[in-house]
C-alpha cells in the first residue's frame, strides 16, 4: 500500500481555496500512485477556527467540502479533518473528526477523545469527546486512525487525560498508525513531538504516519515536519519545515525500517524561518502586501526588518527614521546604513517640531511641572503617529518591533513603540534577539555592527540607557524564562539561586504591566509560552504585585 | 439549622485581602446565630483566576487561606470554594472545589463536574471533573452541594453536558441543595439564573441556596443576587444586586415557604449599575483612584463621563475638550455644560496648532496626496495623545468611550479614540447607549439634551456624520445583535427579513476589524455576548470578510 501524506500551509475560513489545494493535491497523489491521501486536522476550514464554529453557516461550509471531497476520493482514499455535528442533545454540539473517504463516499469517521485546552487550544470549547474508537479496514490492511492529542497521552511528563485512544484500538489489532495533526511550532517542540510519536511507536510495535498542518494562522505558527516513523522507531522521514510538501510512502518500506533521517533543529535557523514565514502569512492571508516600520539604529528594529524583507521582498518594506534632539549620530547612521543593506526605501523623519508644538500647546495645563515619563512617552507617541500615517497614506502595515524582555517588564509605550499589527519579535527574549541578529549576520554584515555591540538605549531622554531601570538582560531574560515558559514562582526561583528582591522586583513589573500586553498587536509564537492567547492572566490582580 | 450566604466583592490573588474579609463575614454570621455561612466558588482566590492556577505557589497560598478557615469553623461550619490538587497523575493537575469545613478541620471536600468551557469560562483549561458525589452530612440534615454549572445541566435549552451531578446525589436522600457560584452578569442573565435553579428546585422538590460572587474581576462583572429557593418553587430572597451582603435564613422557614420576593430587574438600570461598580472596582482593585477621559459632546462620551464620576466621585474625574477646525460650536458648549452638571475639571486644549506641525513635517514625505483617512485618523490621535499626556503627568487613568457599534464595525481610529486602559461602553450598542443616556436623565438633566438629540458624528471633516459611512443605528444594531450575541449568520439574517447586500457588508466590517478589537482595552461585559475574552475570533481569516 501507498500513503501519501500532504502538510498544507491553509487559511481559515476559506473554503474554496483550502479545497482547490486539497483536491490538487489529491490528484498529485494519485499521479505518485498512492492508495490513500492523509491531510491534516481540521484541513477543510484550517486550525484553528475558534468562534467561527459557533455558526451554523460555517459548518455547513465544513459540511460541503467533505462531499466534494468524497466525489474526488475515487481510486484513492482520503483521510481528512472537519468538524461533525454531535446528533445528541447533551453535551457539545460538535466533534472534532477525521473523515476516511472512498468510492466517492463517506465511509468512516473517527472523532477525537483527548481535546487540548491548555496554552493556545480551547478544544473543550467546541467540542465533545469520543468515546468510541474503531480501527478502518483499507485494502486489507487495519489503520489506527487518531486526530493530534489522542496520541499525547504517552511520553510526556504530565499526562493530562485519563484514557489513551491507542490503547483502546490495539485490542483491534491495528496494522498501522494514521495520526492528522495541528501541532503548532515552538523552538523546541519538534524534538518533543518526535519524542511523544516514538513512544507510541515503542508501545505498540506499528508503523506511524502523522501529517501536521504547516503555515501561520495569524500568530499561531505550524511548522510540518510531518512524521514517518517505522515499527523499530527509526524515523523513516520527517517532511521539511514551513513548507507545503506531499510525500508518498510505500507502507512495506516503512515497515521494514532501513532507513533513517534527521533534519537538523537548530533554534535560531528554526526561530528565523518561522518568523519569516509568520509575516508572510500574516500579510499574504490577509490580503496585504507592504509594511513599515520605525528603525531605531537599536537591534530590535534592525532584526524585524531583516525578517520583512525576506518575507515581504525588499520593494515591499519601507522604514522611517525618526530622530529627536536626544539621538545619538550613530542612531541614524546605523539606521540608514541597515536600509542600505537590505535595499529599502527609507524616510527621515525629525520629531522635534512635532514634539515642540505638544510642550507648548500642553504647557498652560501643565504647570511648569518638570521633565518625566510624560514627556519620553510624548516622543515614543509622535514616532507611533507617524509611522501610522505613513501606514495610513500609503497602505503599509506597520510591523511592531518590541522584543519579548520588554514586553515582560512594560518597558515600551503603550500607542507609541507598542504600535503596530503584527508583533514579530515580541516571543523572543532580548538575549535571544542578539543570538538572532548573529545568525543573519553568519555569512555577512547586514545588521551593523554596531546596532549589535552598543548598549541599548530607549534615546528618550539625554544618555539614557536600558540598565538605567532594568537589570541587565543576560540576568533578567533567565528569570523571565523561569516564571513564564516554566511558571515557576518566587520561592523556586529564589531556590535556583536568583537574587531574592530581583526575583519580587521583576515577577511584579511583569504582572502590573499586563494591562500593557493586553493592548498590543498578536505575537508570532515561537516559544512554548508566548504573550498572548496561550497566558491567559487576570490584568486587575493582587498576586506576586 | 440556619445558613448564612456571604456574597463577597473579592479580589483575585489578594490571599490577605479575601481572607481578611471571609473571617469577619464567619465572626457576623455566628453574631446572627448561624449554623453555617456558605461563601462562593473559589472564594479564597476570587474567580477567575486565569492561569495563575498553574503556578504552584498560587495554590499553596489556597491552601493556606483553608487552612485558616478551617481553624475558624469553630461553633460554625463554612462552606468555600477553592482549588485542590488532583493526586492521580494522569488528568488535569486540579480539581473547582467545595470545601466543608467544621470543628476547625476539613471534614468534605466536593469537586465541581461540570466544567463550563464557553464564553468567558476556561474551566477545563485547569481542572479534572468530578466523578463522585457524596452528600454532607451536618446537625442531622444531608445536604447536597455542588458548585455553580454543576445545577445547569437542566432547564436550559443546549445542555453542554451528558451528566446531571443532582440526580446522582438525589440517591442519597439529601435534605437541602447549596450551591456556591460565580455566575456572572449580564443585563438578562439574573433572569436566566432564576430560570435554571427553580427547574432544580422543581425537579428534586428541595429547598435551594445558591450563593453568588460580587463585584467586578477586571472586565467580567459579578452582580451577586444570591438565591434562596423554597421547595414549592417560591424565591424566598434574593440578595441585593452589585453589593456585598449577609444574609442568615431559618432552614425551616425556607422549606415552608411563605414568602416571595421578586427585585425588579430593568435592563438599563442594571447595565448602569453594572458599569459603575465595574468602573470603580477597576479602579480601587488597581489601586488607582483618579480617570481622565476626552469629552467630544457626543453622547458616548457624556455617558461614560456620567458614569465615570458616579462611580471614582466627581472630584476623581477630569476631562479634556480637544476641539479642532472641524469641531462645531456646540460640540464644545455641550461638553462644558456636561462638565458643569458634574461638577468636574474640565481642560480645552485646541488640536489645531500640532495637527498642522504634523501636517508640515510629513509634507514633503506626502507629495501632495489628497486629504484623507490619514488625516483624520491624526485628529484622533493627537486626541489620544493629550489625553495620555494628561495620564502621564497627573496619574489619572484614561477611560475609553466607544460603544459596541463603532467597535464591531471598526468606525473607530485604533491609537486614537480607542485608546484608553478601560472600555466603558463597549459592550453597550449605540442605541442603548442613548436609552442609558435617557436613564441617567430620568429625575433631572445631565447629560445636555442636545449631546442626545443631534446626529452623531466624528466631526474629522467638514459635516461629516456617523450615517456617511455607516447604516443608521437603528438598522444597524439589530444585525449586530444576531450576529454577535445569537451567532446567526447571513443565510439565517437574511431569512429574518434584513436588506441582503447591507448584511453582508455589516458581517463583512465586523470579521475585517477583529485585528482593532484585539488592540483596544477590556470591555466592561453586560451582555450575554462581549467583545474580549469571551468572544474568540481568528484575526487572519477569510470566513464572511
Redesign the interface.
Same mark, same amino acid.
Given at each position: 500500500m501507498r500513503i501519501a501524506i500532504a502538510q498544507l500551509n491553509l487559511?481559515?475560513?476559506?473554503f474554496e481555496?483550502n479545497l482547490a489545494k486539497m483536491l490538487s493535491a489529491v490528484e498529485n497523489a494519485k499521479s505518485q500512485h498512492a492508495d490513500l491521501v492523509c491531510f491534516t486536522e481540521l484541513a477543510v476550514c484550517?486550525y484553528?477556527?475558534?468562534?467561527?464554529l459557533?455558526?451554523?453557516?460555517?459548518i455547513r461550509k465544513c459540511e460541503a467540502s467533505i462531499e466534494k471531497l468524497a466525489q474526488a476520493a475515487q481510486g484513492i482514499a482520503i483521510i481528512v479533518g472537519a468538524p461533525t455535528r454531535n446528533p445528541?442533545?447533551?453535551?457539545?454540539?460538535l466533534y472534532n473528526s477525521a473523515y476516511f473517504l472512498e468510492d466517492g463516499k463517506i465511509k468512516q469517521v473517527q472523532h477525537k477523545a483527548l481535546?487540548p485546552?491548555?496554552d493556545i487550544f480551547?478544544e473543550?470549547?467546541y467540542f465533545e469527546p469520543a468515546t468510541e474508537f474503531k480501527v478502518i479496514e483499507f485494502k486489507g490492511k487495519r489503520i489506527a486512525l487518531t486526530i493530534c492529542e489522542d496520541i499525547w497521552?504517552l511520553g510526556n511528563e504530565?499526562?493530562? $487525560? *485519563?484514557i489513551v485512544p491507542m490503547d483502546k484500538l490495539m485490542s483491534q489489532k491495528p496494522d498501522l498508525m494514521i495520526n492528522i495533526s495541528a501541532s503548532p511550532f515552538a523552538y523546541d517542540h519538534a524534538e518533543e513531538r518526535l519524542h511523544v510519536i516514538r513512544a507510541n511507536v515503542e508501545r505498540y510495535q506499528l508503523p506511524m504516519f502523522c501529517a501536521n498542518q504547516v503555515g501561520a $494562522? *495569524?500568530e499561531i505558527i505550524f511548522d510540518g515536519g510531518s512524521l514517518v516513523l517505522s515499527p523499530n522507531g527509526k524515523v523513516f522521514d520527517e517532511l521539511p519545515y514551513f513548507e507545503d510538501c506531499i510525500r508518498v510512502y510505500d507502507l512495506d518500506k516503512v515497515i521494514a525500517g532501513n532507513q533513517e533521517i534527521a533534519q537538523p533543529r537548530e533554534k535560531f535557523r528554526l526561530i528565523h524561518d518561522a518568523l519569516v514565514m509568520g509575516i508572510r502569512?500574516?500579510f499574504r492571508?490577509?490580503g496585504l502586501k507592504t509594511a513599515i516600520l520605525g528603525l531605531s539604529g537599536g537591534i530590535d528594529s534592525a532584526v524585524t526588518a531583516v525578517l520583512a524583507a525576506r518575507a515581504l521582498g525588499q520593494d515591499n518594506v519601507r522604514v522611517v527614521l525618526m530622530p529627536s534632539q536626544f539621538s545619538s549620530d550613530h542612531s541614524v547612521n546605523d539606521a540608514r546604513e541597515l536600509a542600505k543593506n537590505l535595499g529599502i526605501q527609507y524616510?527621515i523623519?525629525?520629531?522635534q517640531?512635532?514634539y515642540?508644538?505638544?510642550i507648548?500647546?500642553?504647557k498652560p495645563?501643565?504647570f511648569g511641572?518638570p521633565f518625566?515619563?510624560?514627556e519620553e512617552?510624548?516622543q515614543a507617541?509622535?514616532r507611533?503617529?507617524?509611522a501610522?500615517?505613513?501606514s495610513?497614506?500609503f497602505g503599509n502595515i506597520l510591523l511592531n518591533t518590541s522584543n519579548k524582555s520588554e514586553m515582560a517588564v512594560g518597558y515600551g509605550t503603550?500607542?507609541g513603540d507598542m504600535?503596530g499589527?503584527l508583533s514579530v519579535i515580541g516571543d523572543v527574549y532580548k538575549t535571544e534577539v542578539y543570538e538572532l541578529a548573529k545568525y543573519i549576520n553568519k555569512d555577512s554584515i547586514v545588521i551593523p555592527e554596531n546596532s549589535i555591540i552598543k548598549p541599548p538605549s530607549a534615546e528618550l531622554r539625554p544618555n539614557q540607557k536600558d540598565s538605567d531601570s532594568l537589570p541587565e538582560y543576560d540576568i533578567l531574560d533567565p528569570i523571565l524564562y523561569q516564571y513564564i515558559e516554566k511558571?515557576q514562582?518566587?520561592?523556586?526561583l529564589i531556590a535556583m539561586g536568583f537574587d531574592e528582591a530581583l526575583v519580587r522586583r521583576v515577577l511584579r513589573l511583569v504582572n502590573i504591566n499586563e494591562?500593557k500586553r493586553?493592548?498590543?498587536?498578536?505575537v508570532l509564537r515561537v516559544s512554548s509560552k508566548a504573550f498572548g492567547?496561550g497566558?491567559?492572566?487576570?490584568?486587575?490582580?493582587?498576586?506576586?504585585?
Open positions: 487559511h481559515i475560513g476559506d481555496g484550517g484553528p477556527p475558534r468562534d467561527f459557533e455558526f451554523d453557516d460555517f445528541i442533545l447533551d453535551g457539545k454540539d481535546l485546552t491548555y480551547d473543550y470549547r497521552n504530565n499526562p493530562l $487525560y *485519563t $494562522y *495569524t502569512d500574516y492571508k490577509s524616510d523623519v525629525p520629531i517640531e512635532i515642540e508644538s505638544y507648548e500647546v500642553l495645563h501643565f511641572l518625566n515619563i510624560t512617552n510624548l507617541r509622535i507611533g503617529m507617524i501610522m500615517a505613513f495610513n497614506k503603550l500607542y504600535c499589527g511558571r514562582g518566587p520561592q523556586e494591562f493586553h493592548q498590543v498587536a498578536p492567547v497566558r491567559r492572566m487576570p490584568i486587575v490582580g493582587k498576586y506576586l504585585s
